[in-house]
């Protein structure tokens, strides 16, 4: 199969897309008349795809039928358009993917779901105009390592506080160093070294609340209005769900791609032990150092991680945080045999 890469490229189509697509279809007949495609965005079931020729949009019948992954934003598929005049298409194949944004699905019945697929970064947004609440900061950084993917803090709304650098401090503490960038949309603060994660194909998706900014931060990148934005309630400063859907949007200049996301209140934890283990980081070394190997860092004796709370160069409430999340993690752990 030919793949046009000078204008895929443009889309993310790249060393690591050409890989997935060799193992895809080796030693696998493929159908005749094969299209590379990269997904655009998923709505109630139907696809927007963007080809070397342009978008098309593919029908929920066709991607029930015969994609055995469910495509999500963000994924490379293969897909034979069968009738022209019609413009119908079938989706094949959904290549293997590099990097993932999965959650455990709210409704507790599907198992995992895929957010988003194939970014290079993760964008996690937080406004500052409201609380920063540091649990909430330590889930969407064990989801963003998880991912396979680099991963930034990107505080929004910088014109609406006194002290941005003092808030970000406060998250730095938590965010084990990972990168926190101050933005404002409305003076241009930070967006220079926010471009800087991106360029030409590559790709960032962001990740947080309802009313955070993404949405304004994906038009102040694209210079214009691509993404649909709303006040927040000033009762609460939450913010209603303006993007319905997970859409990749293309930045103008080959600055790179950006998937905005609707926000995201329910963030279950997948098996994402080794992500765990870098957030928390801290905690695991000083474990290290506790008498019992298996110590659940409780009431064992010689616990080295309750002995720097007493010592108090550990923060009891970051402890709590750690064992619920470590225990939301371990059940989704697969039975040993």
Known sequence: MSVDAAVLSRWGYDTRVAAALVSQVSGLEAPPGL??????QVDR??????????????GSDSV?????????TGD???????????????????????SELTRRDPSER????????????????????RPLPAGRFERMLVMAKDSRAETVILLTKADQTTDAAAAAETVRAVAGGVEVLILSAQSGLGLDRLRSKLGAGRTMVLL?????????????????????????RASDRRGRHTTVARRLVLLPDDAGLVIDTPGVRALGLTDAQQALSQVFGDIEER??????????????PGCAVNEAIRSGSLDPRRLQRFIALRDEVARQEPPRR
């Open 35 to 40: 299209v590379l495609a990269r997904v655009v």
């Open 45 to 58: 079931g139907e696809c927007d795809v963007v080809t070397a020729q342009g978008m098309l949009r593919v």
């Open 64 to 72: 029930r039928a015969q994609a055995v992954t469910a495509p999500v």
């Open 76 to 98: 490379w598929v293969q897909f034979v358009q069968f009738d022209d005049s019609q413009g119908l298409a079938v989706i094949s194949r959904v290549l293997p993917r590099f």
């Open 110 to 129: 599907a198992g995992d779901q895929v957010l988003a697929a194939n970014f290079d970064v993760v964008g996690i947004v937080a406004g500052l105009d």
């Open 208 to 232: 947080g609340a309802s009313g955070s900014g993404k949405s304004t931060l994906v038009n102040a990148l694209a210079g214009a209005e691509v993404a649909e934005t709303a006040k927040v």
């Open 287 to 300: 474990g290290r150092s506790c008498r019992f190997s298996d110590c659940a860092h409780g009431a064992e």
